[in-house]
């Protein structure tokens, strides 16, 4: 079995709109030969932020 290894590059907190998950599928949908792979959720703390990371993937 091969396990990847997934390493943080960047991680934003930025406010919240219905939309940007679309941007982040996007995203996943364009680079993921690059290894590149990018996440949203919703902050813990704060219903209004949401939490945009990229993580490079190998």
């Known amino acids: 079995m091969s396990h990847s290894k997934i390493t943080t590059l ?21 680079l993921k030969e690059e290894n590149l792979l990018f996440g949203l959720t919703l902050s813990e703390d704060n219903d209004e ?7 490079r993937t190998q």
């Open 10 to 30: 960047s991680t934003v907190q930025l406010k919240y709109a219905d939309d940007l998950y679309k941007i982040v599928d996007s995203l996943n949908r364009t």
């Open 49 to 55: 932020k949401a939490i945009f990371t990229i993580y």
